[in-house]
């Protein structure tokens, strides 16, 4: 194998292998009260950032995505005031003003940086673990100067590559708007890009909206 065609094989094994570790929101674990039977129709979102813009982001898109499950999704960006904690009285009003039967609030309660390693090799060249050190003599290549240079191409190292990544964990609570009974609740991870924030956001809710309509939520 040439040099270009290992190296371009290496870099599409490591970006097969990042991308993914970084791509993708997963859900750890969710519980729904199983008193609840009934669906929500009308739901207050409340995504708790102190980033304003992703806030916004995250609500307008939560109610984008509910509307396909014929769901309506209020954003509290329009009623709650930026960057600030809102009084759960003002909260409840705002939900009875705009008819909301449950509330949805979102926060990140982790983040943790992982490590992804590929280890170093030699292309073209392997003893393998069993097979002891043979003593050393010049393979019949290197007897002439250009099928040595040609060969060489072919016998390269490649050292390890380490790429750091960030993983936020989230969790999602819905709560019943009359009672404040919490009815459902799950915790995802995610990557933390903050250069691709609008597809973690995009790919984060549809996991949310996938798994409530499963667990017969909406």
């Given at each position: 194998m040439?040099?270009?065609s290992?190296r371009?094989?290496?870099?599409?094994v490591?970006f097969f292998?990042?991308?993914?570790?970084?791509?993708?929101?997963?859900?750890?674990g969710?519980w729904?009260?199983?008193?609840w039977?009934?669906r929500?129709?009308?739901?207050?979102?409340?995504g708790?950032?102190?980033?304003d813009?992703?806030?916004?982001l995250?609500?307008?898109?939560?109610?984008?995505?509910?509307k396909d499950?014929?769901?309506?999704?209020?954003?509290?960006?329009?009623?709650?005031p930026?960057?600030?904690?809102?009084?759960?009285?003002?909260i409840?009003?705002?939900?009875a003003?705009?008819g909301?039967?449950?509330?949805?609030?979102?926060?990140m309660i982790?983040k943790?940086?992982?490590?992804?390693?590929?280890p170093?090799?030699?292309?073209?060249?392997d003893r393998?673990?069993y097979?002891?050190?043979?003593?050393?003599?010049?393979?019949p290549y290197?007897r002439?100067?250009?099928?040595?240079?040609?060969r060489s191409?072919?016998?390269?190292?490649?050292?390890?590559?380490?790429?750091?990544?960030?993983?936020?964990?989230?969790e999602?609570?819905?709560?019943d708007?009359?009672?404040?009974?919490?009815i459902w609740?799950?915790q995802?991870?995610?990557?933390?890009?903050?250069?691709?924030?609008?597809?973690?956001?995009?790919?984060?809710?549809?996991?949310?909206?996938k798994?409530l309509?499963?667990?017969?939520?909406?």
């Amino acid at each position: 194998m040439r040099l270009t065609s290992f190296r371009w094989v290496t870099s599409l094994v490591l970006f097969f292998m990042v991308g993914c570790s970084l791509s993708g929101t997963y859900v750890i674990g969710s519980w729904k009260d199983p008193a609840w039977s009934s669906r929500v129709k009308t739901v207050y979102v409340v995504g708790m950032s102190k980033h304003d813009l992703y806030r916004r982001l995250f609500e307008d898109e939560f109610s984008l995505r509910l509307k396909d499950y014929g769901v309506a999704g209020l954003p509290s960006y329009r009623d709650l005031p930026a960057g600030q904690e809102a009084n759960k009285d003002v909260i409840s009003q705002k939900m009875a003003a705009n008819g909301a039967d449950s509330v949805l609030i979102t926060r990140m309660i982790d983040k943790r940086k992982e490590e992804l390693v590929t280890p170093g090799r030699v292309s073209g060249y392997d003893r393998g673990p069993y097979y002891p050190r043979k003593p050393y003599a010049p393979d019949p290549y290197y007897r002439n100067w250009n099928t040595y240079y040609d060969r060489s191409f072919d016998m390269v190292y490649e050292p390890p590559r380490k790429v750091t990544y960030e993983v936020a964990t989230i969790e999602s609570n819905l709560y019943d708007a009359k009672s404040g009974a919490l009815i459902w609740s799950a915790q995802l991870e995610t990557p933390s890009d903050e250069a691709n924030i609008k597809e973690v956001i995009t790919d984060f809710v549809e996991t949310v909206t996938k798994k409530l309509s499963e667990d017969g939520v909406l």
